[in-house]
């Protein structure tokens, strides 16, 4: 095994270029997204392996609704799917699993199963394992303003300590790694508040063929970076 010395805390990975896999065989793009389930799989074991204590995994943007609307239909099909199958070996293997985003905007069966399988494992000690579904971080930091609003906090008393206790998952670090798939080098509203810090790595390997080697080699490269934090 790679002599890893500094192993991220909490590793966010950017899914991306499940269509163009699937365009690149001539299918239609859902199959990419099926597909992208197994590099899922594959990620998460991984990330089990090498003792991450927080995965979060961007499955579904707030951008996203604009695409048709069996492709979208078909993506909350296949979470919904693969929730209910996984729900008892997440649990067996002690994955607390969470999610992330406006969940309420979601359909009813997708949120039934999301509630079951977060309750299921809410006791977990082990990998935390974050969908962000339904996630954009500018709606993200919206919302917490409305709460700090609603609650009628004064002027003087924000800060961003405060801001930080209203967003989705307060308790959740911030990344120390960013992955991205698919060649492109965006945020796309991933985590925008909580990723002012976080090493950021880019692989030209479509999510599809995302495997524990390609896992791998985003924490060797972590290994040389030097984090300041604005310091020297
Ligand atoms: C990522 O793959 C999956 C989601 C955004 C849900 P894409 O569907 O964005 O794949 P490309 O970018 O079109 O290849
Ligand atoms: C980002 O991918 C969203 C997810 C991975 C869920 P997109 O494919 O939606 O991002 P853009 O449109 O290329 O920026
Ligand atoms: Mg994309």
Redesign the pocket.
């Given at each position: 095994m790679e002599n890893l010395k500094v192993i991220p805390i909490h590793i966010g990975v950017i899914?991306?270029?499940?269509?163009?896999?699937a365009?690149k065989r001539n299918l239609p793009?859902i199959f990419?997204?099926k597909e992208?389930i197994e590099a899922v799989r594959r990620t998460v074991k991984a990330a089990v392996k090498y003792n991450i204590k927080y995965l979060t995994l961007?499955?579904?943007?707030t951008e996203?609704w604009k695409r048709p609307k069996e492709e979208v239909e078909f993506?909350f099909y296949l979470m919904e799917e693969n929730l209910k199958n996984e729900g008892e070996e997440l649990n067996k293997n002690n994955i607390k699993v969470r999610f992330l985003g406006r969940k309420w905007e979601l359909p009813v069966n997708l949120i039934k199963i999301m509630d079951y399988v977060e309750n299921l494992t809410k006791e977990n000690t082990g990998l935390n394992l974050i969908f962000a579904i339904n996630y954009g971080g500018r709606v993200e930091i919206v919302d917490a303003v409305k709460k700090i609003i609603k609650l009628g906090y004064k002027e003087e008393e924000i800060d961003e300590t405060l801001i930080k206790k209203f967003l989705y998952l307060p308790d959740v670090p911030e990344p120390d790694l960013i992955i991205r798939t698919?060649g492109?080098k965006r945020i796309s509203n991933f985590l925008l508040w909580q990723s002012a810090y976080s090493e950021f790595y880019f692989t030209s390997v479509?999510?599809p063929d995302f495997d524990e080697n390609e896992f791998l080699k985003a924490l060797v490269d972590y290994q040389k970076r030097k984090r300041k934090f604005g310091g020297i």
């Open positions: 899914m991306d270029g499940n269509g163009r896999w365009e793009r990419g997204h992208g961007y499955s579904f943007s996203n993506l698919s492109e479509l999510w």
